[in-house]
């Protein structure tokens, strides 16, 4: 009599078992290569063609101004032989001044791009994420990961991959967009280097 309740019991749990794993639901997931997004998103290669141009355009302002600063410390160096060490002790003081306020203004500069394309970026990938967001739920994923330089995905299979469809979207959002700020001035300042030069 035992060993026949036994074996009832088992024969429901397993039945039991059976008809949970029928319910269970299969999880819809995805994945999007970051790294390969940003570089293939218009918007994002607006945003750094526009803070590279604006970095050459800076550079040049300071490229002359470096050149005359060499041009001066070789002149200095000639005067200095010329005129001895008291003479070089006393006039060099200027010339490093010059050589400290031309390496602030390099990293002033430097940190200003930096800054500004920091919070264009920024942006971009808050509304990248806003999107994917609204994408998964409007196709039924549960999740949707991203991949790229600070993996979070180790391996996942190429037929998860959709992020093809993501950029082509992202792009034709972009493309579709009325002019904004950024895409504005980042072909008006496009265009305003290609007329320099």
Known sequence: MKKSLIIIAL????????????????????????????????????IDAKYKAKSEEMGKELEGEVARFKSDAANFQKNAQANGQ?????????????EQQLSYAQQAMIQQLQQESGVEMDTLVKNVKKFI??????????????TGEAASILYAEDKYDITNEIVKLLNEKYKSAPTTDVKADTKAELEAIEKKK
């Open 11 to 46: 024969a429901f749990s397993i039945i039991s078992c059976n008809n949970k794993s029928a319910e269970v639901k299969e999880i819809k997931t995805a994945y999007v290569d970051t790294s390969k997004l940003l570089q293939e998103y218009t918007e994002a290669k607006d």
């Open 133 to 146: 967001k609204g994408y998964g739920k409007e196709k039924g994923y549960a999740y949707i990961y991203g």
């Open 86 to 98: 008291a003479w070089a002790q006393q006039n060099g003081a200027a010339l490093q001044k010059r």
